[in-house]
T-cell receptor, first 114, second 116 residues
Framework: DTAVSQTPKYLVTQMGNDKSIKCEQN?????MYWYKQDSKKFLKIMFS???????INETVPNRFSPKSPDKAHLNLHINSLELGDSAVYFC?????????????FGQGTRLTVV | AQSVTQLDSHVSVSEGTPVLLRCNYS??????LFWYVQHPNKGLQLLLK??????LVKGINGFEAEFKKSETSFHLTKPSAHMSDAAEYFC??????????????FGKGTHLIIQP
């Protein structure tokens, strides 16, 4: 069973479109994240949700909006896509305890904006 | 605040020789440290983690790392490189003292090349 699953794996779309990427985890974790990996492989956190509450919101454009219908899902919605949004987006989840915050990652969604 | 510096963007070794990937970190509190590996066009896989237990941590595929607080380092090593080790490696720090989930801070990655 896949612990953290993202769909779609690949997404090609035109500038100006609105798209969503879905993420689900079956680990019972209480915190989920979205990371963006740019063309230089650098990973940067975009959002995290803990118990359906947004607790990190990095300086990303407001065209990006995370939506969490329940603890097991954190979807990423992007409005008015731009060329610079092309990247690989990773979803992750963690169990938050005082010992460690090991994260489990999805396989990534490669978004290409043309 | 936390940060991670991976000192080498690329490391090239011959198959069968030792691997050393360097990582230095900065954290205001007692950190958790991780190494993740990303094979081409794949997701991220945890290699090993340090969470204030033993300072020498053993991971999967023969990798290990040593936490050195005095040097603020967490270098990744492997005695003998294999062709399948060719990948991107990320050193990651997590600040555990935060009241909420603070996310992971990634280094910029080290691309490991294995020469036959």
């Amino acid at each position: 069973d896949t612990a953290v699953s993202q769909t779609p794996k690949y997404l090609v779309t035109q500038m100006g479109n609105d798209k969503s990427i879905k993420c689900e985890q079956n680990l019972g974790h209480d915190t989920m994240y979205w990371y963006k990996q740019d063309s230089k492989k650098f990973l940067k956190i975009m959002f995290s949700y803990n118990n359906k509450e947004l607790i990190i919101n990095e300086t990303v454009p407001n065209r990006f909006s995370p939506k969490s219908p329940d603890k097991a899902h954190l979807n990423l919605h992007i409005n008015s896509l731009e060329l610079g949004d092309s990247a690989v987006y990773f979803c992750a989840s963690t169990v938050r305890d005082h010992m460690n915050t090991e994260a489990f990652f999805g396989q990534g969604t490669r978004l290409t904006v043309v | 605040a936390q940060s991670v510096t991976q000192l080498d963007s690329h490391v090239s070794v011959s198959e069968g020789t030792p691997v050393l990937l360097r990582c230095n970190y900065s954290s205001s509190y007692s950190p958790s440290l991780f190494w993740y590996v990303q094979h081409p066009n794949k997701g991220l896989q945890l290699l090993l983690k340090y969470t204030s237990a033993a300072t020498l941590v053993k991971g999967i595929n023969g990798f290990e790392a040593e936490f050195k607080k005095s040097e603020t380092s967490f270098h990744l090593t492997k005695p003998s490189a294999h062709m399948s080790d060719a990948a991107e490696y990320f050193c990651v720090v997590s600040d555990r003292a935060g009241g909420g989930a603070d996310g992971l801070t990634f280094g910029k990655g080290t691309h490991l090349i294995i020469q036959p």
